[in-house]
């Protein structure tokens, strides 16, 4: 089944403990990126991808760091995080190098306290 | 500085009634403008999408309208179905060279329910 995974889905964690949350799509696609939503604010571009090695910062990417090493995994690392990273996360991919029609990943719910 | 605005913030409608969300941009390099649907607990959902080459796009009951002069475009869902109650959002990105590409902006979203 193509899709894309995210793990881990749930995590509660304390401020200025290093975390990843994994990113993994079986669907051969160039692009991926990570979004986070907010209530009111809409998804928000943290970073993407628009193939291997090569990372551009989207509108949010402060306190966060990413690496596309391989074509189905894209990992978003918070090196130390804070609470107000405390969000909803999604990873998405796209066939197209543009980003045109992304697949979106379930969602991982991060509380940071 | 947002670069997708979205209305309403909610909508409620009755079942067989129209829904419109409208979305307005004010980059002229956007020429792909998606909409996606997102069910409570699930990702966002690609619903529909539109080039500015074109005025209307329609799919089933979903259809697009886009007024490039006004940079303007909408969704419209005839026949509102309690089943399509969940967060619409329209997005915009660019398929050129530059700063945009690669990057997709999305509204803040619109909260349909659709009363039975």
New interface residues.
Partial sequence: EAQVTQNPRYLITVTGKKLTVTCSQNMNHEYMSWYRQDPGLGLRQIYYSMNVEVTDKGDVPEGYKVSRKEKRNFPLILESPSPNQTSLYFCASSLTRGGHEQFFGPGTRLTVL | QQQVK?SP?SLIVQKGGISIINCAYENTAFD?F?W?QQFP??????LI?IRPDVSEKKEGRFTISFNKSAKQFSLHIMDSQPGDSATY?CAA???GRGST?????????TQLTVWP
Wanted: charged share 10%.
């Fill in positions: 979205q913030q792909y998606p996606y607990g699930k990702g966002p959902a690609l999408a959002f990105t660019s398929s590409l690669g990057r997709l902006y999305f509204g803040r979203g």
